[in-house]
């Protein structure tokens, strides 16, 4: 086996590794601040996309979370027993089911949202605004690599 290989197995060499750690803190912290309103993170990523774009098709929501549909329903399931969404079937296609927020899920944002803020400004302490920016940038060009050469 070749040094390069050796390398890929120490965790603090890893690039992956390195980019998971960091999103498994950012998640455990959010994580913390969420479950005082009793929503489970996998619903922040749901909710966080109709604060935006209320009424997104189910299939749209799967996709720009990067989950297969059947993950995505039961999600959605339990947001709508907790009152936080409709599911409405699409008026111009039967087949598609659309997501709106309750009163219940658009109050949430005022609640949720500062805790992003909170996070990333702890996250940042003592960290250049300079370097910051690049980490983004790099974050970026990674994603782009991996979608680019994954084709």
């Known amino acids: 086996m070749g040094e390069g290989t050796d390398n890929a197995l120490i965790p603090e060499k890893s690039l992956g590794y390195a980019s998971r750690m960091t999103h498994r803190a950012f998640a455990r912290s959010l994580q913390r601040r969420l479950a005082k309103h009793g929503v489970p993170i996998g619903q922040w990523h749901f909710l966080r996309i109709l604060w935006l774009r209320d009424g997104l098709t189910q299939k749209d929501l799967s996709d720009e979370l990067g989950i297969m549909g059947p993950t995505a329903v039961v999600a ?56 910051l920016e690049a980490y983004k940038r790099v974050s970026t060009k990674f994603r782009e690599n991996l979608a680019e050469y994954d084709r």
Do not use: C, H, W
């Open 76 to 131: 959605l399931r339990a947001m709508e027993k907790n009152g936080l969404i409709n599911r409405i079937r699409n008026e111009d296609d039967r087949r598609k089911v659309n997501i709106f927020l309750t009163d219940k899920g658009r109050a949430l944002k005022d609640d949720l949202t500062p805790y992003v803020d909170e996070i990333n400004q702890i996250a940042s302490q003592g960290i250049p605004n300079e370097d």
